[in-house]
């Protein structure tokens, strides 16, 4: 009940609907671009190809939904670092699973937005319960997401839930990650260089390093491209899940040592 109000106290703010309105920008743009492809390449979109395209776009994910969400990690965290949350948790540990537990709402409500503007943008498109004829062509630059997320043999439904489980555990982890390092550099200095350099590691990884795509941040942050990279579901998910847990539970364990 307690993360439920935290859900809602955090989605009536004004930074969402900047969030909102940018990301609906960036969806629709991706939309137009996604429909002159399925005219090229000779074959019919339906709800769930606009579904995945835009929820993974790596455009509005690396240029818009990162460095916001980057943003607001820094702002929690800041947060979350005062003398009384410090004496009651009594444990470094305990206190970056504070700082975590307290991001999930943040999380929550961008992958909500996200989701409900995919849905938006689906409107005048055939609503179908399977894959549409975009997703089974051969795959090409055109529909690579929708193709790597048919050729996984999981129904649409299923991978657009899992796109959204993963996009919201990368968001997590990088959180879990800033929130562990900053015990040891507890400044905002060292906040926002750390963040910074985050998000230039997955620009330049994603447009400089494709021969490596085990190394590219973008391929934690959607089904269709950790599927591509692994050929199974699970990886990026266990390795998401290993971060977050060793940023918990052993990062803040060499504090004790300082």
């Given at each position: 009940?307690?993360?439920?109000?935290?859900?809602?106290?955090?989605?009536?703010?004004?930074?969402?609907v900047?969030?909102?309105?940018?990301t609906?920008?960036?969806?629709?743009?991706?939309?137009?671009?996604?429909?002159?492809?399925?005219?090229?390449?000779?074959a019919?979109?339906?709800?769930?190809?606009?579904?995945?395209?835009?929820?993974?776009?790596?455009?509005?994910?690396?240029?818009?939904?990162?460095?916001?969400?980057?943003?607001?990690?820094?702002?929690?965290?800041?947060?979350?670092?005062?003398?009384?949350?410090?004496?009651?948790?009594?444990?470094?540990?305990?206190?970056?699973?504070?700082?975590?537990?307290?991001?999930?709402?943040?999380?929550?409500?961008?992958?909500?937005?996200?989701?409900?503007?995919?849905?938006?943008?689906?409107?005048?498109?055939r609503?179908?319960?399977?894959?549409?004829?975009?997703?089974?062509?051969?795959?090409?630059?055109?529909?690579?997401?929708?193709?790597?997320?048919?050729?996984?043999?999981?129904?649409?439904?299923?991978?657009?839930?899992?796109?959204?489980?993963?996009?919201?555990?990368?968001?997590?982890?990088?959180?879990?990650?800033?929130?562990s390092?900053?015990?040891?550099?507890?400044?905002?200095?060292?906040?926002?260089?750390?963040?910074?350099?985050?998000?230039?590691?997955?620009?330049?990884?994603?447009?400089?390093?494709?021969?490596?795509?085990?190394?590219?941040?973008y391929?934690?942050?959607?089904?269709?491209?950790?599927?591509?990279?692994?050929?199974?579901?699970?990886?990026?998910?266990v390795?998401?899940?290993?971060?977050?847990?060793?940023?918990?539970?052993?990062?803040?364990?060499?504090?004790?040592?300082?």
């Amino acid at each position: 009940m307690r993360y439920f109000k935290d859900f809602l106290n955090e989605i009536f703010t004004w930074k969402w609907v900047l969030f909102f309105v940018l990301t609906f920008i960036f969806g629709w743009s991706h939309r137009r671009h996604l429909m002159e492809s399925s005219t090229f390449i000779q074959a019919g979109l339906n709800q769930w190809d606009i579904l995945i395209a835009i929820s993974g776009d790596p455009i509005m994910l690396l240029n818009l939904t990162l460095p916001f969400m980057l943003l607001l990690s820094c702002l929690k965290i800041r947060e979350a670092w005062n003398m009384t949350n410090l004496i009651r948790m009594k444990s470094w540990w305990r206190w970056v699973h504070y700082s975590v537990t307290r991001f999930f709402p943040v999380t929550a409500t961008a992958i909500m937005l996200i989701l409900v503007i995919s849905f938006l943008l689906t409107a005048g498109l055939r609503y179908e319960a399977n894959w549409s004829s975009f997703s089974r062509a051969s795959i090409s630059t055109f529909n690579y997401m929708s193709s790597l997320s048919w050729q996984s043999g999981l129904s649409p439904y299923l991978v657009i839930f899992l796109q959204m489980c993963l996009l919201f555990l990368f968001l997590v982890t990088i959180h879990a990650f800033i929130s562990s390092l900053y015990l040891y550099f507890t400044n905002l200095v060292f906040l926002g260089g750390l963040s910074f350099c985050i998000l230039l590691y997955a620009l330049v990884t994603f447009r400089y390093f494709p021969d490596v795509p085990k190394l590219i941040t973008y391929n934690y942050m959607t089904f269709s491209s950790s599927y591509g990279v692994y050929a199974a579901v699970y990886p990026a998910y266990v390795i998401l899940l290993s971060i977050i847990l060793a940023s918990t539970y052993i990062i803040p364990l060499l504090k004790k040592s300082w």
